[in-house]
C-alpha cells in the first residue's frame, strides 16, 4: 500500500517553501510519497534523487489554456504553450498527463472538459481549492470514467502529509502502467488548508 500526494511544490518553484531535503525528510517522517511538481521546471527532481526517498519527477506548466501537470517527465516543458502542445511533450517521453485543480476559476484551472478527456488522471481533491471545484472535477472524473487523485499543492511545509492517495502498489512498481491501474481502485485522502495560514505565510514569511 503507497500513499501519494500527486502534487506537491518545492522551493524550485517561485513561490514554493519547501526544501527538497525537507520534503525528503517530511516525506520519511508521513509516509507519504511526493509527486515533485514544480512550476515550470524538473531541477528539484536530481536534487531530490540524493536522498534516497522515492518520488515521481513530474512538472507543472502553465499551458495557454491553464495548468497542467506531467508526471513521470524526464524533459522539461516550456510553460505558455498550447495545452496539446503540452501534451504531445508528455506523451511523446511516456509522462502522464494529470490535470489540476480544474474548472477552478480562481486559479488558472483547465476550464474545458476536453482538456480532462486528454489527460490520464484527473486531480479531484486539491488541498488549495474550494469545494465546489473539486466536486465537479469529481463529478466529471466519474462521469468519464477517468483515474482520480489528490494533491495538497504543498508550497509550505506544513501543508505536506494529511492529503495523499492510498493505492494498492508497491514502490518498485512506481511507474505509468502499474500506478494508472492501481488508481482505479484508489481511496482519496484529502484534508483542505487555511487559506488565512497561507496568506500569512506568504505576506510575513512565517509559517509552522
Ligand atoms: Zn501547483
Sequence with gaps: MLR??????????FDGRISPEQLAALSKKTGVIPAITDHDGIGAHSEFRKFGVPFIPGEEIETAQGDFIGL?????????VDFYEALD???????????????D?????LAKEEYGRASDIIEV??????ERFDKKAEEFAKREGKPMAAGSDSHYPYEFGTTYTE???SEDQLQPKPLLKALKNAKIVGKRTSLLKRKIAKYTGIYL
Design 125 to 130: 481533491f486539491n488541498a488549495r481549492s474550494l
Design 105 to 109: 476559476s480562481l486559479r488558472p484551472g
Design 72 to 80: 513521470f517527465v524526464n524533459e522539461p516543458v516550456k510553460r505558455g
Design 4 to 13: 501519494i500526494d500527486f502534487h506537491v511544490h518545492t522551493s524550485h518553484s
Design 89 to 103: 511533450s508528455f506523451r511523446s517521453q511516456g509522462a502522464i498527463p494529470y490535470a489540476p485543480h480544474m474548472f
Design 167 to 169: 493505492l494498492n502498489l
